[in-house]
Every structure is written in structure tokens, then in C-alpha cells.
């Protein structure tokens, strides 16, 4: 099975996707019947980034040595973060996992990179974190996603080592940003 063709369905959660345009983007929680498809997004993710900012080792180690999907990861850390998705039309495109006031991971599938399904991940989390009294957000970017980051207001704070599997040490940005003004 090949992530193109792993469709989900929507939960009720007050939204009918059949009343929205194939184009249009929704957010919904996470179930652990999306894991899968949540480790295939990462991997290819990962993948499609050139070895520019990290080494191939690093970025193959960023991926959990993995080149084809296994959810037990994503399964274990469902359990102690939020996982929300992006859905376009009835595809998975994206998602986001944090934890009160910490945007822990951010992935969207390259296929669909570029079509503000990040910033709308970005900016729930940032909504959730306001709806909880949180007046600051932190999250751990990568060198490539640090730009991305600063455009939706997040300031960096310090450059930082961050360890991936096998004891493998890889430059990241510590960043954040104040919620006075809560859009992304």
C-alpha cells in the first residue's frame, strides 16, 4: 500500500466533508487509525529534503531509519501528545503533535507543501494554546523550517543541539512566539 492510495474518513466532529470542496482543507483530531498514514507523511517528508542543512546520515536518522511506514511511534507518542490532521478532500495532507504550549512536530506530505496546510496546523495550535490562558509558545525548528517559522510570527531564540536516534546530534533553532496577537 502506497500512501497515495490510503484515503481516511472523516469522524463527525460538526463537519460534512461532502458539503466541502475537494480543495478545501479541514483540521480534525487524530485517531490511532491514522498512524500509519502520519508515519508515511513523516517519512516522505523527511525524504524529500535535500541533504543541504544535514547529512543524509542525519536525515536518514531524523526518519527513524525507516524508509516505509510503521506506526509504533507515532502510537506511542500519541499517548502523550495532541495530534490534530489536516484532511483535503478525503486525503490525510498533514499534521501537527504538541503538548500545551509546545509545537512538537509539523509534517506535510510534499505533495501537498505549499498550500498553507502547515500555517493552518501552526495556527490551531497556536488557537488551542490561547483557548488554555498561554500567552507564549515555544517549538524546536529544523534549519529548513526555521524561515517558515519567522514568517508566521515566531522569533528565534537560540541555536541549540537537538539528539535523533543512535546518539546522532543535529543543529536546530529554539523558537517562539507571543499569542497577543493569535494569528499564524
Known sequence: MNYQDTKVKSPNLN???KNMSANEIYLRPAQETDAWVLSAIHIAAIKALPAT????????????????P???NILKSMKKENFWVAVKGDIITGFASFIIDELIGLYVHPHYQGQGIGRTLVQHFCNEA???????????????????????????????PHQL??????????????LTNTTA
Open 15 to 17: 463537519i460534512n466533508p
Open 53 to 68: 542543512f544535514y547529512t543524509k546520515k542525519e536525515l536518514l536518522a531524523w526518519r527513524n531509519y525507516r524508509d516505509k
Open 130 to 160: 490561547a483557548a488554555q490562558g498561554i500567552d507564549k509558545v515555544i517549538t524546536t525548528a529544523s534549519l529548513y523550517a526555521e524561515g517558515f517559522y519567522l514568517r508566521l510570527g515566531f522569533i528565534a531564540i537560540k541555536k541549540a
Open 70 to 72: 510503521d506506526d509504533s
Open 165 to 178: 536516534r543512535n546518539q546522532i546530534i543535529v543543529p536546530v533553532t529554539k523558537m517562539s512566539k507571543l
